[in-house]
């Protein structure tokens, strides 16, 4: 056997395996450059698919409609908010079932970036406000019945949640990244291990299992996990890029998107599966609580695309 062959078959045991897809392309829209996707959030029964300056899409199970125009939808299970500008400012919707109530944030000159649903009565928000003094960063908390101001040790730019008492947001700027972890009454901050790292999302399975998704390099992706007391890098990764999104898979499992394939880590084990739109960027993944349900959303030259899982 030759030193080539050798490295071949050593590649193919230490990369994830690359399996014939389950999921499936549930809609298709006509490419639309001047309004790319942006976001994907599931409800209990509801799918929204946020598009950049343009109106939400809307499933509810039966038909496709389309939901004002906000920036950032978020949630778990039947509590969802959206966020939007208006007049007075940044404008956060809370999901009825049938429709939002708005919940202004009333904050000028604002934008939230990143947010997260805690609970019921907790959900936290984090953006840029720009002042007086210059644009500076910004962090809001709903109470159940107002939102207020907070400060966080460091800028978020990624949050996830399991309850009030176990809120992660990350922190990762020009590839220096630390973690804070919010125990419902003060916040711990931990450096991320192993040098300069980009993380571009987290995913918190429980106290004592949150992932954390990225890059070392533009060619290099890496995956993080905390166990309950420390993060450590997984010792293993896909090499062809870095991981972008990242989400519950509802079985005990996440599934990530790197460039065109997701990716799916349970139990130690990878599963590399090529997305049905194969040269279609991958731009977001939700999880449907309580269920194994997937949703993903992709965009490529010839269109845009709604994934379903399975």
Sequence with gaps: MTSLTIFAVLLTLLSPQVKATKWRVF??????????LEGVSAGASDLWVVRAGATALHWDGRVWGEDGEPYLIVGRGREMWRFADGPAGVVAGRWTGRG?????????DAHVTEAVVAGPADVWASGLQWTD?????VSWRWNGQAWR???TPRPVTAYAATGPSDVWAVSSI?????????????????AA??????INDIVALSPTEVYAVGSVTKAEG??????GS??????RRVASGAYTYAAADGVGGVWMAERDYLVHLRNGRWMRRLSPVPQAELKGIAHVAGTGRMWAIAEGAAGQYVLSYP
Excluded: Y
Aim: aromatic share 10%; net charge positive; glycine share 10%.
């Design 27 to 36: 809609r298709v829209m006509p490419p639309a450059a001047s309004t790319p």
């Design 230 to 235: 420390s993060w450590s890098r997984m010792g």
């Design 222 to 227: 890496v995956v993080l996990r905390w166990n």
């Design 149 to 151: 101001k907070v400060t």
């Design 100 to 108: 939002w109530t708005d919940q202004p944030l009333g904050a000028l």
């Design 174 to 190: 020009d590839r220096v990244t630390h973690f804070q972890h919010w125990d419902g009454s003060k916040w711990t901050t931990i």
């Design 133 to 137: 003094a210059g644009m500076r960063d």
């Design 193 to 198: 291990p192993g040098g300069p790292i980009e």
